[in-house]
């Protein structure tokens, strides 16, 4: 009986083995941006790897009739390039007769040795335009994995790279599936998630930047979460491009059938394979985290009309101060002064660093007619701005080419009577907000507050709207290096607390001490008589300042940390993920946009 028994267990473990080797020779693997084959040739590698572990595996069980099945035929790719295209079946040949040479296998074992690989297909993978009237999607094979490189261009990127026509057909063929302007990898992954909803795919695992956790990228994500799940990320992970060393996110997503959650957010360079050192977690949200999920929340009503990118030349409407100054002292034929239209511009670096002393000529929503009365200033644009803009492949640019290309009337609406306004830099390593004052213009590098009330920026510098605008900002490199701050997803979004007129005034006079101080060691008055040297001056830089983070400084953010958390009705030592949790909760009570 006993004899019986372990026959049958044997019996059941062959047919086990034999059901898993079928699987592993018959598995298809895609690659729809294959360049040159590489992953296509690495994913045969470690197919052919579990097959020989398998087999060997079987012979200690006496499993002795089982042979090497696993073959280029099951690799499929997807390739723009002429050259790469061809180059990439027979990276795939050498690589698989590399391999059995390397495990010491027959190579005289089939015939032909080498075969075509016609899965390689030449043509786009996310927009077919051999009819040019009708773009339409072009058709991925049917396989079980998804794997690939997808092409790294930013979204603003996409028209001067890709042509103005490709442009519009991708926006207008992909709809409301993906926001226009999407990271170009962005299209990749929403194939991928429709490959998997339709069936024609059980896993997806692509590579992006680091830029689709954020903003209009991360909707993708949203959307792959919304008809499957994401089991295993990386967000952040040295990767080389190019022979440049970049930092990208990992992502392998299914129609949720995966059970298990693999996030690797580690900075163990040193170890070897990215599994090795992946947590396991009970979810991964849109923003590759497992923390609460700020992905959820929602733009709010009371913050909409607030917070501006600034305005985008596109064209050199920037000038030095000599000639600024020229121009300030000429006349004009109406009578009035250039200095209605030329004025002093401050950039994310002008922020952050010592400001540069750089002028531009700003003509904002005016007419033709109006601009030219202007006239030095005028002149001048239409000598170095109109040739940049007759090129521009977008006919508004070219045709209103005397103003921005961007002049953000809205913004200009909200700043109107202001005697000063918050700004930040788009993108910096540390999250500092400053006064800026007119005629100063604050330009595309910038984000811009039309608020001129102390409370209100002593609220943007507390730990809670820091963590909250880390968390929903844009990490396009390492963390040290900064993160890209959004109006819509780290401003719009933010519950300000609703604090009582002596909470509020405690958080405006902690604001304006920290404001003080800060203004003091940047700009600081003489001491017996004797200036500071201009070499320690140009030391004097925020960036600087909160590098080094002197006590006085850290003091001046706790008084004001206090205040507002106060106002939120928060006390005692919170960690981020609470803070989060709590921002989150109010988010969701308060009345969306």
């Known amino acids: 009986m006993r004899g019986a028994k372990e026959e049958t267990k044997r ?101 032909p040795i080498l075969e075509p690989l016609d899965q390689v297909e030449g043509k786009d993978a996310i927009l077919d335009l051999s009819q040019p009237d009708h773009p339409c999607e072009p058709a991925w094979p049917k396989v079980d994995v998804v794997v690939g490189n997808p092409p790294f261009l930013g ?135 497992s923390q609460v999920d700020v992905a959820k929340a929602r733009r709010l009503k009371e913050n909409l009309g607030i917070s501006f990118m600034g305005p985008s030349p596109k064209a050199p409407f920037d000038i030095d101060t000599g000639l600024a100054h020229r121009m300030l002292a000429a006349p004009n034929p109406h009578g009035q002064p250039n200095a209605d239209v030329v004025r002093p511009v401050a950039s994310g670096v002008d922020l952050v660093q010592r400001p540069r002393g750089k002028w531009t000529i700003d003509f904002g929503m005016m007419s033709l007619e109006e601009a030219a009365l202007y006239e030095m200033p005028f002149e001048y644009v239409k000598k ?47 999250r500092s907000f400053v ?53 819509t997803t780290c401003f719009e979004t933010f519950p300000f607390p609703q604090p009582t007129p002596q909470q509020e005034v405690a958080i405006a006079a902690a604001a304006e001490a920290l404001n003080r101080l800060r203004e003091e060691w940047l700009n600081p008055a003489p001491v017996g008589g004797l200036q500071v040297s201009e070499t320690e001056l140009k030391k004097r830089t925020l960036t600087n300042l909160y590098n080094q983070r002197p006590t006085w400084l850290a003091n001046a953010h706790a008084a004001l940390d206090a205040a507002v958390f106060d106002a939120y009705g928060w006390s005692g030592e919170i960690p981020d993920s609470e803070i989060l949790a709590r921002l989150l909760e109010l988010n969701l009570q308060r009345e969306p946009a």
């Open 11 to 111: 019996e059941r473990l062959r047919s086990l083995l034999w059901q898993f080797h079928e699987r592993l020779a018959t598995i298809r693997i895609l690659d729809p941006a294959c360049g040159s084959g590489n992953f296509l040739y690495v994913s045969l590698a470690l197919l052919k790897a579990l097959e020989k572990e398998l087999i060997a595996f079987a012979s200690l069980h006496g499993v002795d009739a089982m042979v090497s099945r696993v073959h280029p035929r099951q690799l499929f790719g997807i390739e723009t390039n002429a050259y790469a295209h061809e180059l990439a079946s027979i990276v795939i040949w050498i690589g698989y007769l590399q391999w059995k040479h390397r495990n010491v296998m027959p190579l005289d074992d089939e015939e």
């Open 155 to 289: 979204g603003g990127f996409l028209r001067s790279a890709l042509g103005n026509d490709y442009a519009e057909a991708l926006f207008k063929l992909y709809g409301d599936r993906l926001p226009n302007f999407s990271d170009l990898c962005c299209y990749w992954f929403e194939k991928g998630r429709a490959a998997i909803e339709s069936g024609r795919a059980k896993r997806v695992g692509l590579l992006a930047t680091q830029a689709i956790r954020g903003g209009a990228n991360r909707r993708v994500l949203q959307r792959i979460k919304e008809t499957g799940d994401i089991f295993y990320a990386q967000a952040d992970r040295k990767w080389i491009q190019d022979g440049v060393a970049v930092r990208v996110s990992m992502v392998g997503f299914d129609d949720g059938s995966e059970t298990r959650r693999l996030l690797n957010e580690e900075k163990d360079d040193a170890a070897e394979h990215a599994l090795a050192r992946a947590r396991p977690v009970e979810d991964i949200n849109a923003n590759l985290t």
């Open 384 to 430: 170095h701005v109109l040739p940049v803009r007759r090129r521009n492949r977008r006919r508004a640019y070219a045709e209103r080419w005397w103003i921005y290309a961007e002049p953000r009337p809205g913004m200009r609406r909200a700043l109107t009577g202001l005697a000063r306004f918050v700004v930040t830099p788009e993108l910096s390593k540390h």
């Open 435 to 487: 006064w800026v004052e007119p005629p100063t213009l604050c330009n595309q590098q910038t984000l811009v507050f039309a608020r001129d009330d102390d409370y209100f920026f002593g609220v943007l510098h507390s730990r809670a709207h820091q963590v909250w605008a880390r968390a929903t900002g844009t990490q396009l490199r390492e963390a040290e290096s900064g993160f890209r701050y959004t109006p």
